[in-house]
């Protein structure tokens, strides 16, 4: 199983970036999907992804800015991120836990990350 995850790129602050992130191989099934980010010298931290009880959790930084959809039909995920500050500026990667045929088992899986990178 891979992940693959596009659309990052560099815009200005107040600009939009669609990201998407599409789970690829022996799948079954995707119980979530979400995106998380790291910044230079910082910790890898949660962006938007769903809780065990199905409502999404957003980082209190990104509220109102930033929005994660899903297509189950395409194994895909998308965040929509508009409104972006240059504190915004990460690598984005993707994390889906996916019951893989092959292994007849969970698994859990991360993208190899997309630059986004936003200037003032």
């Known amino acids: 199983v891979q992940l693959q995850a596009s659309g990052g790129g560099s815009v200005q602050a107040g600009g939009s970036l669609n990201l998407s992130c599409v789970a690829l191989g022996s799948i079954v099934s995707i119980s979530a999907m979400g995106w998380y980010r790291q910044a230079p010298g910082k910790q890898r931290e949660l962006v938007a992804a769903p809780t065990n009880g199905g409502d999404i959790r957003y980082a209190d930084s990104v509220k109102d800015r930033f929005t994660i959809s899903r297509d189950n039909a395409k194994n895909t995920v998308y965040l929509q991120m508009d409104s972006l500050k240059p504190e915004d500026t990460a690598v984005y990667y993707c994390?889906?836990?996916?019951?893989?045929?092959?292994?007849?088992?969970?698994?859990?899986?991360w993208g190899r990350g997309t630059q986004v990178t936003v200037s003032s």
């Open positions: 994390n889906a836990q996916v019951y893989v045929g092959v292994l007849r088992d969970w698994r859990n899986y």
